[in-house]
Structures are given as structure tokens and as C-alpha cells.
Nanobody, 123 residues
Framework: QVQLVESGGGLVQPGDSLRLSCVASGFTGDAHVIGWFRQAPGKGRDWVSCIVGQGNLHYRDDVKGRFTISRDNAKNTVYLQMNSLQPEDTAVYYC?????????????????WGQGTQVTVSS
């Protein structure tokens, strides 16, 4: 059982930056995917970015060049550095992890999810 705890959300203005953190525990050492999803008001849950296996990074097109995912193995923590934030980035951001399925950032029914952290970008 993998346990994930997100933090770092907040209220910022367009152009500002935030860094989200996800502290993970319970990994066995097997290959896995871990990353970030978001759910905007009135919309479904979408993938944002993830690290697959040894270190293959993936980003959705509308965050590429602005967001950076990274990992600190010593701290068992995954980060999402978010720069040049826009109102369209407003959402609850979730950390999630699962076994590798070959579907990139896909997290299935047996995956693990954090509680979410709110990011609001407003002027």
C-alpha cells in the first residue's frame, strides 16, 4: 500500500510560481509511475506530469515549458515546480502512483492517490 501526501498549493496571481510536494511511502522498489493529476472546477480529472520507471518524464502540452517534475529519492518526495501560472491552471492537484502499465501517466483502479491540494490562480 503506497501512501501519498501532497502540499504546497495556495492562492497566487497570474505569472506567479508554486512548488507542490508529494511525500510517498510504502513503495516496494518495483518499477512504478508517480506524478500529478488535476481537476478544475466543473471538469474531469486530467493528467499533468509524471515520472515513469527509472526517470522518463512526461508533460501534457499546455504545461510543457512552464512546469517541471522532479524527485528527491533521499526524501521520498516528488515535486512539481509550476511557473508562469495562469487562471486555467486553477484546480485541485493530486499526487498519484501505480505500477507501470505502458500507458504513460495512467493510474488505474489499484493505484494510490493523495488527498489533493488546491491551486488557485486569480487576479
Amino acid at each position: 500500500q503506497v501512501q501519498l501526501v501532497e502540499s504546497g498549493g495556495g492562492l497566487v496571481q497570474p505569472g506567479d510560481s508554486l512548488r507542490l510536494s508529494c511525500v510517498a511511502s510504502g513503495f516496494t522498489g518495483d518499477a512504478h509511475v508517480i506524478g500529478w493529476f488535476r481537476q478544475a472546477p466543473g471538469k474531469g480529472r486530467d493528467w499533468v506530469s509524471c515520472i515513469v520507471g527509472q526517470g522518463n518524464l512526461h508533460y501534457r502540452d499546455d504545461v510543457k515549458g512552464r512546469f517541471t517534475i522532479s524527485r528527491d529519492n533521499a526524501k521520498n518526495t516528488v515535486y512539481l515546480q509550476m511557473n508562469s501560472l495562469q487562471p486555467e491552471d486553477t484546480a485541485v492537484y493530486y499526487c498519484a502512483a501505480d505500477r507501470i502499465t505502458g500507458y504513460g501517466c495512467y493510474v488505474g483502479p489499484n493505484g494510490s492517490w493523495g488527498q489533493g491540494t488546491q491551486v488557485t490562480v486569480s487576479s
